[in-house]
């Protein structure tokens, strides 16, 4: 079988496509063996290439989130049976692979209507922006969310399920070619990177908003925590701002670390009556499954009914691996990358 592999911690040259045998058919209790159809490429795979996963270190195989049919199961699997569609994530890797073997815990059933690849797309997108926007957020209705990378994976999950909640106004930054699109997934305001998106939120909403959801962490936090009216939220969700060339050296990582120390603090939270909160996906997916179900069960319901869609942004083969990665990274994308197996 075919899988992508990283041979070692760097740029677009450590990306190979290599060839191995199947999985051992021997399955543990609890295991279950997936054949992928296609699987979802995240910004979480740029860092693993360079290193920088605090779960896996190159040499591995890459890719977090996949979809596919159950082939076998392990003899204490309960819920999911052989020939079940499955979106299946995978924090230690290898679900850029024709196979693989994981737990039951990381399998979440998916409905025949949905394709492989909108099943390799929705997982790790639709469950951060839920968790982010309502059991950590608190969004309510009428209330308005900023969020950054509105055109990104996870940035076009939180719009259209902010908009399933009545008169919510959803201001979006995205790159300035991406706006008629993310204004089309219900973007309300949508601002691009020439402009300063402070100065904007203020002169629309000037006590400020009630959630903001930051993937860029580093000096933006301070700047998020400003833009929250009182009793509002900030969701830290990812460190964008730790990117800089294909690959970060130790300067950049270190110069980032120096960035984010100091930025939120006890006495700020404080004075602004506000709240601050994080999410981890990969712990929660590892630590704490059980919380998954429920949610997934409400996600898949407002996919058969039509409310939310994830957007494929484009399809790749395995061996256009490099091109794909390039995408992400040269900020071309508006919603999902997948690679087709
Ligand atoms: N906390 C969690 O559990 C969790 C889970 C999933 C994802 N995340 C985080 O959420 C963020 C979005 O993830 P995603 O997988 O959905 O990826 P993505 O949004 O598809 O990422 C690519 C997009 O990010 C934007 N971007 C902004 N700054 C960038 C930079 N310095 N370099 C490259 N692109 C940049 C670009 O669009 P524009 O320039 O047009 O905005 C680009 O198209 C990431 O920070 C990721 O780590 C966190």
Request: glycine share 8%; net charge negative.
């Amino acid at each position: 079988m075919r899988r992508i592999v990283a041979t070692a911690a760097g740029g677009y040259k450590t990306l190979k496509v290599e060839h191995v045998s199947l999985p051992s058919s021997v399955l543990g209790p609890k295991q279950v063996n997936v054949q992928v159809h296609a699987a979802g490429m995240n910004f979480a795979d740029i860092y693993s290439r360079q290193g920088l996963s605090p779960y896996f270190q190159p040499p591995c195989t890459l890719g977090i989130e996949c979809a596919g049919m159950v082939l076998s199961i392990g003899e204490q699997v309960k819920q999911i049976k052989v020939g079940d569609r499955v979106a299946v994530t995978s924090f230690l890797g290898g679900a850029f692979s024709e196979q693989i073997v994981t737990e039951e815990s990381s399998c979440s059933p998916v409905p025949e209507i949905m394709s492989w690849d909108e099943a390799a797309a929705i997982k790790i997108n639709y469950l951060t922006a839920y968790l982010s926007l309502f059991p950590l957020g608190g969004l309510q209705p009428h209330q308005t969310v900023f969020t950054h990378n509105a055109a990104g994976g996870v940035g076009w999950a939180v719009t259209q399920l902010a908009k399933t909640l009545e008169g919510v106004t959803v201001i979006g930054r995205a790159s300035q070619e991406k706006h008629q699109i993310i204004q089309d997934n219900g973007v309300d305001h949508a601002l691009h990177y020439d402009q300063d998106h402070v100065k904007e939120i203020r002169q629309l909403t000037p006590n400020g908003v009630n959630l903001v959801l930051d993937m860029y962490s580093g000096s933006s936090l301070r700047v998020s925590q400003d833009l929250l009216k009182p009793f509002g939220k900030m969701v830290i969700l990812g460190a964008l701002n730790l990117m800089d060339k294909e690959f970060a050296n130790p300067e950049r990582i270190e110069q980032f670390q120096e960035s984010v120390k100091d930025t939120v603090t006890a006495a700020n939270i404080l004075n602004k009556s506000i709240g601050v909160a994080g999410l981890n996906l990969a712990e929660i997916l590892t630590h704490h499954p059980s919380v998954i179900p429920p949610i997934w069960k409400t996600l898949m319901n407002l996919y058969e009914d039509g409310h939310i869609s994830p957007r494929l942004d484009s399809v790749w083969r395995f061996e256009e691996i490099v091109e794909a990665t390039k995408i992400l990274e040269d900020r071309k994308n508006i919603g999902k990358v997948i690679l087709k197996v």
